[in-house]
T-cell receptor, first 113, second 116 residues
Framework: DAKTTQPPSMDCAEGRAANLPCNHS???????VYWYRQIHSQGPQYIIH???NNETNEMASLIITEDRKSSTLILPHATLRDTAVYYC??????????????FGGGTRLMVKP | KAGVTQTPRYLIKTRGQQVTLSCSPI?????VSWYQQTPGQGLQFLFE???????NKGNFPGRFSGRQFSNSRSEMNVSTLELGDSALYLC???????????????FGEGSRLTVL
């Protein structure tokens, strides 16, 4: 699985958009970008995933660059409850090769009032 | 639909003892994977079971083992506990088959093990 690089921490003002970057310059053509987050003392929670196109769901938007070497997770209106560690993971589609996820250090997002 | 259930949520053991943790996946999910989370090493994959067979294994010593039952419930066991085994143990489930090739993982709340 391709490695990812994320900033260790970020701050965001409540109500503003939080933009979390992820570099994955060695991503392969069949690898997806997955985002999970972990709120303190809870299990990780799936947010969104994508292959090539930008994706949006009720939680967030995922912007993947045309060369697929980096992506940005966007929380459009961050709330205090979005304070968590956000993990960017790159791997082939889950289930096709098992369900192992390799978690890096993630980005610790602090949403401030 | 009930989520992933892990028991016990908290437990304290002493060095040398063994422990068994249980995970009940979401109904219909056939894949169960286990992760260990420590402050120093972060989230690390232990193993994955699919239809009662171990499908993937992480880089952990043989003291860590698991199994999956016909109803997809899974247990993991750690024998001869060491202080460094103190961690949050997380279980995740997914449908597991190729029918949903980009499926997400659903994590439980974890079992927090303290070894004294």
């Amino acid at each position: 699985d391709a490695k990812t690089t994320q900033p260790p921490s970020m701050d965001c003002a409540e109500g503003r958009a939080a933009n979390l970057p992820c570099n994955h310059s060695t991503i392969s053509g069949n690898e997806y970008v997955y985002w999970y987050r972990q709120i303190h003392s809870q299990g990780p929670q799936y947010i969104i995933h994508g292959l090539k196109n930008n994706e949006t769901n009720e939680m967030a938007s995922l912007i993947i660059t045309e060369d697929r070497k980096s992506s940005t997770l966007i929380l459009p209106h961050a709330t205090l409850r979005d304070t968590a560690v956000y993990y960017c993971i790159v791997r082939v589609a889950l289930n096709n090769a098992g369900n192992m996820l390799t978690f890096g250090g993630g980005t610790r997002l602090m949403v401030k009032p | 639909k009930a989520g992933v259930t892990q028991t016990p949520r908290y437990l304290i053991k002493t060095r040398g003892q063994q422990v068994t943790l249980s995970c009940s996946p979401i109904s219909g999910h056939r894949s169960v994977s286990w992760y260990q989370q420590t402050p120093g090493q972060g989230l690390q994959f232990l193993f994955e079971y699919f239809s009662e067979t171990q499908r993937n294994k992480g880089n952990f010593p043989g003291r860590f083992s698991g199994r999956q039952f016909s109803n997809s419930r899974s247990e993991m066991n750690v024998s001869t506990l060491e202080l460094g085994d103190s961690a949050l143990y997380l279980c995740a489930s997914s449908p597991g088959g190729t029918a949903s090739p980009t499926g997400e993982l659903f994590f439980g709340e974890g079992s927090r093990l303290t070894v004294l």
